[in-house]
């Protein structure tokens, strides 16, 4: 089954990195508001270039001066099911693609839709057994935690 992550990231701007394996990449959007449990809230979610799978495990701070420089953490990982009967790449390429998520935070249906403007889509979650009214997406970030990260180029690193 294919696998899921979600890397809180803090870069310039504060986001979290929410990537789906699909064909041997990781197609990736951040969501600057972070996923949520909650069906009420709809996130805006900006796709981003894919990512190789070695992304999917790496931690620590990118350097200052490289594209993305900041601490990222695993915030969240585990395996995705796209919806049952479903070709999921064509669904993505159609713009409307739903998907269980079964991660330690993450868990039940979701949906991700692409916007008319074509590059920001919206990650919602669907009203199941799983949902949270007034879920709120917590920061793991700690100064002790940050600490304990490598200053380390990921294995995709783009130079500014």
Known sequence: MPIFVVQEHHAKTMHWDFRLEVNGVLKS???PKGPSMDPSQKRLAIQV?????EHASYEGIIPEGTYG?????????GEFEPKAGSDFEATLKKGHAGFNLKGQ???GE????????????????????YAKAGW????????????SLPVKMPACAIKE
């Open 29 to 31: 959007w951040a969501v």
């Open 110 to 129: 979701f949906t991700l839709l692409r916007l008319k403007d074509g590059k920001n889509w919206l990650l919602m979650k669907k009203n199941d057994a």
């Open 69 to 77: 420089s900041g601490p990222v953490l695993t915030w969240d990982r």
């Open 49 to 53: 270039p894919d990512h190789d799978m």
């Open 105 to 107: 935070r993450l868990k």
């Open 136 to 147: 709120e997406t917590e920061v793991l970030l700690t100064p002790k935690r940050k600490e």
